[in-house]
């Protein structure tokens, strides 16, 4: 699947940790060098019970770092030791389906 960010096209792909060994730490990952999105596949030991809510929210978390590089953010974002500041990527991810909702209610999407 691919998704355009700003103008570029991102190449979304579900991965075990096998393939990808930073699947191991991460959920997902947006690697801005190959404008690739990696999200991680459901585990046989998963003990979430809605996974695939899970995975929506992740793949909105790194589409939202892709649009964090693609609009140039990255380079002057308050960065921690793996890249933005995840606090803030994490609040967009959780609360955009929300704030569509109210957007889309009020017409002004």
Not at 75 to 82: M, V
Request: charged content about 30%.
């Amino acid at each position: 699947m691919k998704v355009e960010i700003l103008g570029t096209y991102y190449t979304i792909k579900e991965h075990n940790e096998s393939e990808d060994v930073r699947l191991q730490k991460y959920d997902g990952y947006c690697d801005k060098t190959t404008k690739q999105i990696i999200i991680s596949q459901k585990t046989p030991n998963c003990e979430l019970g809605d996974f695939e809510e899970y995975r929506r929210k992740v793949l909105r978390h790194e589409i939202i770092h892709a649009f964090l590089f693609e609009s140039g953010l990255h380079e002057n974002f308050e960065h921690t030791d793996i890249g933005h500041d995840e606090t803030f990527i994490d609040w967009v991810a959780v609360q955009f389906p929300k704030m569509y909702k109210a957007f889309k209610k009020v017409g002004c999407l």
